[in-house]
Every structure is written in structure tokens, then in C-alpha cells.
């Protein structure tokens, strides 16, 4: 076994392997870690403190550079950057759980109601920074699972400025819009494409709009007891037609209002809901659901998106939009609602479920810090660990109290302050 290097708090720089080690850690270039080791080590009057160590190094560097010339000045110079840039990183470390200058100093550590002056975490509002993007004025519109016609809903009810190209169907066109509410004036999306349970399923929305999509378009003829005969597209989940002719009547309409809300909107905010889906064989479409008939399997086969594919997916969707709406953002929020059925053979739901959160979650922190414009809101760990009784009796949605608060939560953090 290799001798350890030893550091200690009370004496410094023990010995030469601790001495070794540190320059290594600092300087990229062999041939400075070497001479500065020679010269330490050999030093009458050895180091001891870190303190010490840095004041020698500076020294050095100090008196070095300004008589050396050529090649040499430039290895001195880069390896003077070097202990610049491990003296800056040290000091971010040094300060990396202090809360003096983070965006919120109490969301640093967890909360405890058991220390002094602790709160708990019903108490807590998961915010850390602020964004002020937005105000009554603000073009906003949203997409996503059903968790996201509620926040529509509630952005509508408080009176900000919700985009909706395409009101929800009457069925007087033969276009039917399950749960159609004609004495609710609050539309559940800014155009009528339904649930959007997935990424691919976003971003081939747009795809479609902006006439850079693929594939064949499909209707699902389903017959029900009351002898009642409806077309459903699998691309739209929620949203059915009288018959053929009556999806064909209103496909380019459709399209239009798509690519209306998405270049009229300022703010927009995704949903991201499930992480299991289902694609066509024939062109590896997703679709918005799970299959809805026993002979859609023979189309289909069941995947599971990794962190990579969803990462793919919505920053294609955002490079697409912004082509046409260059001040676009994006803000990304988990919807808490569960899987309803896991298709994975080896997992339960509940795990199942899980793994699809903690990949959406993942996914989404890469597409933060990856883009600019584009923010992450945190409504599904308000649901799970800061939310009061959070749950309807069904326990997998979420009560309409719930969301109020979710959305104050939302003022706090994208509100434009007066």
C-alpha cells in the first residue's frame, strides 16, 4: 500500500507525500510541481500552515516572473492562473453551505423544527432565486399533463394574460374535447391539443405546426355501448371527432392555432408528467397516451425515455419555437400526479413511478443549466414534502387548495414586483 498523504488542521503539511499532493492539486504542469516540491521540501525553515504554503508560492511567483523570459515566462504565468484560479475555487468552497450571499440563506439546509429558530417543512416554500418574467400583461400560455390545466385555469381565474388561439370544441364542428365544461369560461390549454404526457409528444406538436413533422396521421374509430361512433387521434389525448371528415375539416385549423400560441407567447410553462410512453413501429412516433384499444398494440411497442432522450427532445422543441419566436421561455415544472399503470414487468407502480419522476427531474436540472431562458419550478417538491393534506381522496391528484398555493408559490418567484 502506497504511504498516505497526511494533512492536519493543527500542524499544516505533515510530510512530503501531503506536499506532493497539494501541488498536484493546484499546478496542471509536472515540471512546476517538481522544482516547487525541490524548493519546499528543502526549505531551512519548512512550511507548516496552508497559510504559510500560499504565502511562499506568491512569493515565489512575485519575485519569478518579472526576470523570466520566453518559454519560462509563459510556464510561470500559467502556473501563477493556476494557484489564482485553486485560491478562488477554495474560497466558493470554503462558503459552500454558508448562507451569506445564496438567493435564499434558509434553503440551504433542510428544515428542522427541532433547532432553534428551526421551521418545519410544512412551513417551507421551496424558492430559491427569483425571476421576475412576468405580469398581468405577460403573453403566458402552458402545456402538459392534467396538472397543467390547472395551473392554466388558475392564471386565467387571477386575470393574467392567458393566451388561447383555439377555444375548447362545443362538438357543433364534430370536435369533441373530453370534458368539455360549457359553463366553465376557462380554457384547459392554449390551443386544443389535449394532454401532453410526455416530451416527444411536445416536441412533434410543433413539429407538425411548423410543417417539419413526419408521418401519417391516424384516427382510432371507437364504438361505445350507446351506439355512439368516435375518432380519436392518438396524437391528441382527449380530443376525438365525429368522423373522418370532421378531423380533416379541422386539421389545418388545428396547426394554425399551434403555431399561434406558440409565437404569441412570451412565457411558457411545460408540465413534464410521464417518463413511460408508447411509439408507433412504423415511424417511432410517440404517442400522447397509452394505446386506448386492444389493436393499437399491434402498432406499438412500450419504452422508457432516459434522462438523454427527454433532454433531446425539449431543447429541439425550444430551438424550433424560438426559430420563430426568438423571445420565448421556457419554464419546466414536474407534475406530482403518479403514474396511473407502469408497463414495466419488473416494477412496481410505485417504483416505476419513481424512477420516472427522478428522471423528468434530472432532465430538467440538464435543460436549466444548459439554456438560456428557461427556468425550473419547483411545484412537485412543494406537493411532496411542503404541501398539507395535498391529495384528493383519489391520491393521485391534487385538491384545488393545493394548487392555490402552488401558484402563490409561482407569484413569488416569476411575479414582476411592483
Not at 11 to 39: M, S, W
Not at 92 to 120: C, I, L
Not at 163 to 189: C, L, M, Q, W
Not at 233 to 260: I, K, M, N, T, W
Amino acid at each position: 500500500m502506497a504511504e498516505p498523504a497526511v494533512f492536519s488542521d493543527q500542524q499544516g503539511l505533515l510530510d512530503d507525500g501531503a506536499l506532493a499532493f497539494l501541488l498536484k492539486t493546484i499546478f496542471g504542469e509536472p515540471a512546476i510541481q517538481t522544482y516547487l516540491f525541490q524548493q519546499i521540501s528543502a526549505a531551512p525553515n519548512r512550511v507548516r500552515t496552508y497559510d504559510e504554503f500560499l504565502e511562499v508560492l506568491n512569493g515565489f511567483f512575485q519575485q519569478a516572473i518579472p526576470s523570466a523570459q520566453g518559454q519560462d515566462r509563459d510556464l510561470l504565468l500559467a502556473a501563477a492562473e493556476d494557484l489564482r484560479r485553486h485560491c478562488q475555487e477554495t474560497e466558493r468552497a470554503q462558503t459552500a453551505y454558508a448562507g451569506t450571499g445564496k438567493a435564499n440563506p434558509d434553503g440551504v439546509f433542510w428544515p428542522n423544527p427541532t433547532r432553534e429558530n428551526g421551521h418545519s417543512l410544512k412551513q417551507t416554500t421551496p424558492v430559491a432565486q427569483r425571476f421576475p418574467l412576468v405580469d398581468k400583461n405577460t403573453p403566458i400560455g402552458s402545456a402538459g399533463s392534467c396538472f397543467a390545466y390547472e395551473i392554466a385555469r388558475n392564471l386565467q381565474r387571477r386575470g393574467f394574460n392567458y393566451v388561447v388561439t383555439e377555444p375548447e370544441h362545443d362538438g357543433s364542428k364534430g370536435v369533441i374535447v373530453d370534458g368539455y365544461d360549457p359553463d366553465n369560461p376557462f380554457a384547459r390549454f392554449s390551443a386544443t391539443w389535449g394532454l401532453i404526457f410526455n416530451t416527444p409528444s411536445l416536441l412533434q406538436m410543433v413539429e407538425r405546426a411548423f410543417a417539419e413533422g413526419k408521418g401519417t396521421p391516424i384516427l382510432l374509430e371507437e364504438r361505445f355501448p350507446n351506439g355512439q361512433v368516435l375518432y380519436t387521434d392518438p396524437y391528441r389525448e382527449g380530443v376525438g371527432f365525429a368522423s373522418p371528415e370532421a378531423f380533416a375539416a379541422d386539421f389545418d385549423a388545428h396547426l394554425d392555432a399551434v403555431r399561434r400560441a406558440f409565437t404569441e407567447t412570451e412565457v411558457f410553462i411545460v408540465t413534464l408528467g410521464l417518463n413511460e410512453c408508447w411509439e408507433l413501429k412504423e415511424n417511432h412516433a410517440v404517442l400522447s397516451n397509452n394505446p386506448r384499444r386492444g389493436w393499437m398494440y399491434a402498432l406499438t411497442r412500450p419504452r422508457v425515455l432516459t434522462v438523454s432522450e427527454n433532454v433531446e427532445a425539449i431543447e429541439r422543441f425550444l430551438t424550433l419555437v424560438r426559430k420563430h419566436n426568438p423571445g420565448f421561455k421556457l419554464v419546466l415544472s414536474l407534475s406530482p400526479i403518479p403514474l396511473m399503470a407502469t408497463h414495466r414487468g419488473d416494477q412496481h407502480v410505485i417504483t416505476a413511478n419513481a424512477h420516472s419522476k427522478a428522471v423528468l427531474r434530472v432532465a430538467a436540472d440538464e435543460i436549466v443549466a444548459r439554456n438560456e431562458g428557461v427556468y425550473y419550478f419547483p411545484s412537485y417538491e412543494y406537493v411532496m414534502h411542503c404541501a398539507e393534506d395535498a391529495w384528493c381522496p383519489d391520491e393521485r391528484h391534487v385538491t384545488e387548495e393545493t394548487v392555490a398555493k402552488i401558484m402563490t408559490m409561482f407569484d413569488t418567484m416569476f411575479i414582476k414586483q411592483d
